[in-house]
């Protein structure tokens, strides 16, 4: 009986030895839930690249928030999109904004008219497909326009079966 008390007290104390480890924390940092563990900002942005990676291997839809629209060195615009605090880059070519070039439209500079339209977008969610990434300098490409098509596919075009995507045409009434 004393040998069986002796083996709970050892394994309590050994359990506390080894949860005091795991709370070790800096007393700098404020954590609300005595178990929690603490978030640093460089296991947050691993957490944000891995789901980048798998959205790019699963060709998930993403949403992000354009936050801007740049001129790169060679002279293209690229929008700047982020998602969950991670930079990433679409081409103006895949942010699919067609505007039509003839005499009827004249919008003056094309690339002058699309970014325009792309700065009276900022602050609007954006849906992309991850295109490509870089590991060492963590950097993403992506394209709104694969995303736009994909999501077609989804809602209005039939899949294999033939059957319709979510969108019907016809009234709206009640069977």
Known sequence: MATKKVTETEQKESMLETTAVRKAAPSSILTIDSDAEVETPESREDLIWHELQNAYRTKKI????????????????IAVIYYKEMRVVIPLS????????????????LAQRQSKILG?????????????????????VASRKDAM??????FYLPDASGKHGYAKTGLCRPE
């Open 62 to 77: 993403l949403t992000g928030t354009l936050g801007g629209v740049e001129r790169i060195d060679q002279g293209g615009v």
């Open 94 to 109: 895949e942010m699919m904004i067609n505007l039509v070039e003839d005499e009827s439209h004249d919008y003056g500079e």
């Open 149 to 154: 098509y994909k999501k077609r596919q989804i």
């Open 120 to 140: 009276n977008m900022l602050g609007c969610e954006i849906d992309f497909l991850v295109k490509g990434l870089d590991t060492a300098s963590r950097s993403v």
